[in-house]
């Protein structure tokens, strides 16, 4: 439908007559006061289910508890009441009652039909109260019709393993936001807000419904935008800066644009600060009353708040100030107070008069100062067969990697074409736009949506987020078509290309070209409303040189135009389809190239802003051969009448090659400490002893052959250190890098011992270890048996030449401090993988400072974090105590610690940090709210027991699985966490398994290491090396409030009780959920229904420690790492497996369940597996009642340590619980009521019970 001329003048006037007018006057004056949270206001009313409900939707089919909107219906008096005290407090301004008043939200509730009601009436209350406080006080009040985000993402795929699927269109969202927004006009809305903005998407789907509305049925009003910063990134939660979100809401021309939520004042500063700076519109800004505190709630006081709110409008960055999350009347007051004198921003004018706004992820502006802009070519289907073979073959993701690589080359804009006869456009546009938003490094830059067919386009522009580039429309359809179109764009909010087509065909000379474009632009400007900057032109680059001597001076015509254009028609811009110039030599790379370097070259001096090329192909024209230089210019300046045959005679005699590139050993030419640390850094062994050797030899620069080691050496593992911390190497790599620092320092003990024996008197002998740069100490602490991580590290510092000692797993304090001092250890490392573990460290370090030692101590292990470290560990210790993160960092650690020149800044560097994380934590501990333990009961979840009929096993009692197939349990393998073992760790999206062999970074090592442990996993099942053991408990339970009491089948008395905790943290109060315990899940006593329990105890470990043993006796290391890693992940694997025969057989309550193994990782299943010792239930000793009821220790040989771990260390064990309700869950932190009735139940003390719990106690139990 075409536009009409009064939608145009609309989409060209700053303010909308009537209201907006008034307002803008009011603007001008003072800065305006919009209300605070409706949310918050409503929690303090502490409405239940019923309350919701109210007496028309008693009988409603699903719960209405959350469904804040619904209350203008069912309790109008208490949104009434929010709305008056927030006039009286002040406020200019109220929002409707209407965040989620969206048929897309409402659907959650099955209130959908209701939506037009719930808006409308939403309207309708706040008008009213807005028309008695006015009346009461003569000021004017107004009603912002608020329109929130949904809980959709047009630019996020809600599925991590399908990034190409949305759970919601942009036609769906349309029809949404247009339902909400007639509701809100037709009840009295004064301005309509689209708010909240955290994917950018969803917000120009409600812009869109917008301006249809008002284009069609509705008489405008003014239109606010607010968007979303998540974090200090400045960027929205679909990844946009605060400016790329801006640029791409503009085209609205919003009478307010701003932020709100996620962050509280302060941390929003820097943001709205932006935002003041780069619109023309005047700016709103409601904040959070701070960052929510660990609860969910909000601390900022009013005075608080209003003192930086304050700061921002003596800064001149506000219009409208107002409050969200947290937010009272109380705030709004204050706010009142505080901005009442002060001036309000005064808006820029003409503040991008002659700039082109784009955007992806991130900005990107066009005008006079800016370079030539790319157009990356190679995602079009007409002009890359490579892409278009991708397309054709449905291989989307790879299609991906094309794109990737134009913006490496230099594109700053990716041109997307999906036309091909056999191909659907639209769908396959719609796809890999969807993809692209997943990939961050292409979706940084705004995209080119790019067909012939309009349809396509516009489903190109439903996908896109930013603010993009449409190529093309033109007039070949008559200006009704045009109009049509272009007012479709405008409304999407892209820029557009026209091409210079009219009705009578293509222009080719430069008085038709530049007579098309003129009337384009008149056309788009008057009649449409676009912005002139919006506007760019293509006067089609043609072909030359094809032997047809009109087509001679079509290169010059192009030119020419380009600068009459450029001249005439303010705010436009010209760019051009490069490859069509030399189409005649089309197999011809080397001549296609020079041609369309040459072109550029006078195109850009002539005014070209950007074009379609491939950016990687382009030779620089001062290094194109002088004579295939001037060839090229005769063609394109049509210079004399030969110059055609002379380009071609040219072509004829080059020689069709392909281009090689060698890369020589360069590197061997540096110098010596270069060579060495390229060495290291590369992991090549080939040179290494022949340059240490030269090293050595060079006592000049290195006077002892300690000084190689502390020099170029140490030089090069710190580089490694870096790159591995920076994710830029691996694992592996780094300990191939440690090998050859192994050889190196072989070929420098010689020297170094010899250089020792000069200094001592004749005949005086000494240790071997004096000619190692220290003695570091490791341990598993007691009750621990896992060690692979402290494994690596020990290979990294042996290779290092540290000496280091290595007490083995379950360790106890004794030993650790005694061998200390025996070995006079420079470093004491301890490791831990179980939470018990994090206890034996505090008491080793309390033990250390007793003894007074000085002896540094570092902190590892899967547990273990800095901030736990800090906070439990180092207080204890008045020497250093060091987490450290990875084995990469291990030797630059050590190497810190033992410098005497870097120690002194290296501890008080790390003792600012470690301050800094215990006052953080302390600040956080005072902000948490629990429940009491009676409070967390009534909130149990509460099942329809009368409904359910448990499932009886079909075995009940105990099963052994002895010398269970290993084949059987290989394909159940969750290979993520062998990779993170082994810390690669692929970025999104490849951060999986098998996707992490497609990550750029680390797909090729984490390739090798998978194909490595395929052949150890042969071999250990070809040659039994390993042996799998497991047995598995079903019997008949029933629940007793927080505990589960096991029953004897035969008599149905209790053999044993299973103790449980349960949640104590407080949520937030508008969300339904309840408190949990795993005793929530079983049927309790008083329905009389008989329900069952099942648990289980597995190991894959049996055999590791020889097999270990042998390896290590060879010297193996690595494959000491592998076959622990592999013997984990194959007693994770047999819990998987044997969890599926359970459900399906042993148990068999989903007989016909049909699983692959990653819907299993990623627990699709019904019912759960919760382990003893992890978040569900966090009490290890929880485990020797497994261990009792299955007589696990007996039937399959597994033990518990003094520390619960089981024995073998790669060993699973748990509980199987079969509910359809059942769900994984986190008790969190918990009350001293709880720990006090939880040891009484299980008749210990509490002190015991807080020992092996400490990790999840709310309080200091010291």
């Known amino acids: 439908m075409p536009a009409s001329r009064n939608e145009s003048a609309r989409a060209t006037q700053p303010y909308i007559p009537g209201i907006g007018e008034k307002i803008a006057v009011e603007l001008s004056k003072r800065i305006m006061v919009l209300d605070g949270a409706m949310g918050t206001m409503i929690q303090r009313h502490r409405l239940e289910e019923k309350d919701f409900r109210g007496e028309e939707f008693q009988d409603h089919p699903k719960n209405l508890k959350g469904n804040n909107d619904l209350l203008c219906l069912t309790q109008p008096s208490i949104i009434s009441q929010i709305h008056k005290d927030y006039l009286n407090a002040g406020a200019d301004l109220i929002e409707t009652n209407t965040f989620n008043g969206t048929r897309i939200a409402q659907s959650d509730y099955g209130t959908a039909h209701l939506t037009y009601r719930i808006n409308k009436t939403a309207a309708g209350l706040a008008k009213k109260a807005c028309q008695e406080v006015e009346e009461a006080t003569g000021v004017a009040r107004y009603v912002v019709g608020a329109i929130g985000p949904t809980n959709r993402t047009l630019s996020i795929s809600p599925s991590v393993t399908n990034p190409e699927y949305r759970n919601v269109t942009f036609d769906e969202l349309v029809e949404a936001y247009e339902e909400q927004t007639r509701g809100l006009i037709d009840g009295g809305a004064d301005i309509l807000m689209v708010e909240t903005i955290f994917d950018t998407a969803n917000a120009k789907a409600a812009l869109f419904a917008i301006d249809q509305l008002f284009a069609s049925k509705y008489q405008p009003v003014p239109v606010f935008v607010s968007g979303t910063i998540v974090d200090k990134s400045g960027r929205t939660l679909s990844g946009q800066t605060t400016e790329a979100f801006m640029i791409s809401v503009t085209h609205a021309r919003p009478m307010c644009l701003g932020l709100n939520c996620a962050l509280g004042a302060v941390e929003m500063r820097p943001f709205i600060a932006a935002v003041a700076k780069a619109t023309e519109a005047f700016v709103i800004c409601y904040p959070n009353a701070g960052l929510p505190n660990a609860m969910g709630g909000y601390d900022e006081t009013p005075e608080t708040m209003a003192s930086h709110i304050k700061s921002f409008a003596e800064d001149g960055f ?83 990697t094309v794109a990737k690589q134009q913006v490496e080359m230099g594109a700053q804009i990716i041109d997307i074409n999906m036309d091909e006869g056999m191909l659907n456009g639209a769908a396959a546009m719609t796809k890999f736009l969807n993809l692209i938003a997943s990939e961050p490094d292409i979706s940084r830059v705004p995209l080119c949506i790019d067909s012939s067919n309009f349809n396509v386009i516009v489903a190109g522009l439903k996908c896109a987020q930013g603010k993009c580039v449409v190529n093309s429309i033109s007039l070949k359809e008559g ?9 479709l764009i405008r409304r999407f909010g892209a820029a557009v290309v026209v091409m210079s087509f009219d009705e009578t065909g293509q222009a080719t000379s430069t008085e038709n070209k530049v007579a098309v474009c003129t009337r384009s632009y008149r056309i788009l400007i008057d009649r449409v409303g676009f912005n002139p900057n919006d506007i760019l032109f293509d006067p089609n680059i043609l072909t030359i040189a094809t032997g047809i001597e009109e ?35 089309r197999q011809m790379s080397e001549i296609r190239e020079a041609m369309h370097s040459v072109f550029l070259y006078h195109a850009i001096k002539a005014g070209l802003d950007m074009s379609i090329v491939n950016a990687g192909n382009l030779p620089v024209y001062s290094q194109i051969s002088e004579s295939l230089l001037v060839l090229c210019e005769d063609v394109i300046f049509n210079r004399h009448s030969e110059a055609t045959e002379k380009l071609l005679e040219f072509a004829q005699s080059v020689q069709k090659g392909v281009k090689k590139t060698t890369v020589a ?144 797993v379950m360790t106890p304090c004794e030993k650790i401090i005694s061998t200390a001092l025996v070995e006079k250890a420079d470093i004491i490392g301890l490791s831990g993988l179980i939470t018990p573990s994090l206890d034996e460290m505090v008491y080793v370090a309390k033990q250390m400072e007793k003894l007074k030692f000085s002896t540094p101590l570092l902190i590892g292990g899967a547990t273990t974090s800095k901030k736990h470290t800090a906070v439990k560990i180092a207080p204890h210790y008045s020497h250093p105590v060091i987490h450290v993160l990875d084995a990469s960092k291990s030797a630059v650690v050590v190497s810190r610690l033992l410098d005497k020149n870097s120690f002194k800044d290296f501890i008080e560097d790390i003792k600012e940090e470690y301050n800094e994380e215990r006052e953080n934590y302390y600040d956080t501990l005072k902000e948490k709210a629990y429940f009491s333990l009676e409070e967390s009961r009534r909130k149990s979840l509460m099942l329809s027991w009368s409904s359910y009929t448990p499932v009886r096993p079909n075995t009940l009692g105990v099963t052994e699985f002895l010398n269970y197939d290993l084949e059987r349990i290989i394909p159940y393998i969750d290979w993520k966490p062998f990779f993170d073992v082994w810390q690669l760790r692929g970025k999104y999206p490849n ?84 408190c949990l315990c795993l005793s929530d899940f079983i049927a309790p006593e008083s329905c009389g229904t008989t329900d069952y329990i099942g648990m289980f105890a597995v190991s894959a470990g049996f055999g590791t420690k020889e097999l270990c043993d042998k390896l290590e006796m060879e010297n193996d290391m690595y494959n000491v790492i592998m076959v622990k890693a592999l013997a984990d992940r194959l007693a994770e694997a047999f819990a998987e497996e044997l969890h599926e025969r359970v459900r399906r057989e042993l148990w068999g309550y989903s007989k016909n369940e049909a699983l692959d193994a990653k819907d299993l990782h990623r627990l699709q299943y019904q019912g759960i597996r919760p382990a003893c010792g992890y978040p569900s239930q966090p009490d290890h000793t929880e485990k020797l009642t497994l261990w009792k009821l299955m007589d696990v220790e007996n039937r399959t040989g597994m033990t518990l340590t003094e520390g619960l771990a089981m024995y073998p260390a790669a060993s699973v064990s748990g509980l199987y619980i079969a509910h359809p309700s059942s769900t994984y869950f986190a008790v969190g932190k918990l009350q001293q009521d709880q720990i006090a009735d939880y040891a009484q139940r299980k008749n210990m003390s509490v002190e015991e019970v807080e020992k092996w719990l400490s990790s999840c106690l709310a309080y200091d139990s010291e």
């Open 551 to 585: 087509h001679n001076n079509y290169a010059v015509n192009f030119i020419e135009a380009l600068k009459i254009i450029k001249r005439t028609l303010p705010g436009a811009r010209v760019s051009g389809g490069l490859s069509n110039l030399s189409f005649s030599f």
């Open 479 to 487: 200006e009704h078509d045009f109009i049509a179109k272009a007012t």
């Open 665 to 808: 050993d360069e590197w061997r030419s540096s110098s010596v400490e270069e060579r060495l640390e390229h060495s290291l850094i590369k992991g090549i062994d080939k040179h290494i002893n022949e340059d240490t050797e030269e090293a050595v030899q060079d006592t000049k620069k290195f006077p002892r052959a300690l000084n190689v080691i502390e020099g170029p050496l140490m030089k090069g593992m710190s580089v490694v250190g870096d790159l591995f911390g920076s994710g830029k190497m691996f694992l592996p790599q780094v300990i191939k890098s440690a090998r050859v620092m192994k050889k190196a320092v072989a070929v420098l003990i010689p020297y170094m011992e010899k250089e020792k024996q000069a200094l001592l008197p004749e005949g005086e002998r000494h240790s071997l270890s004096e000619s190692y740069l220290g003695t570091v100490l490791l341990a598993t602490v007691k009750g621990d048996v896992h060690d692979i991580g402290k494994n690596i590290v020990g290979v990294v510092l042996g290779c290092n030449n540290y000496r280091v000692i290595d007490l083995g």
């Open 318 to 400: 506000l219009n409208i100030v107002g409050g969200c999350c947290g937010s009272t009347p109380a705030h709004i007051k204050a706010i009142v107070q505080a901005v009442a004198n002060i001036k309000p921003r005064v808006p820029p004018t003409n503040l991008y008069e002659d700039t082109l706004l784009l955007s992806g992820l991130e900005p990107m502006k066009i005008n006079s100062l800016t370079n030539f802009v790319n157009i990356g070519e190679r995602c079009n289907v007409t002009g890359s067969k490579k892409f278009k073979d991708l397309i054709m073959a449905g291989k989307y993701e790879d299609a991906l």
């Open 991 to 1074: 951060r999986g398994y098998p996707k992490i062999f497609n990550d750029q970074e680390v797909g090729a090592e984490a390739k090798k290491l998978y194909e490595e442990a395929q052949a150890m996993l042969k071999k250990i099942a070809k040659e039994g090396l390993l042996v799998a053991r497991g047995v598995v408990g079903l019997f008949p339970a029933r629940s007793r409030g927080d505990d589960i009491v096991v029953l004897s089948e035969d008599s149905g008395s209790s053999t044993g009780v299973l103790y449980g905790l349960r949640q104590q943290a407080v949520k937030d109060s508008g969300a339904p959920e309840p």
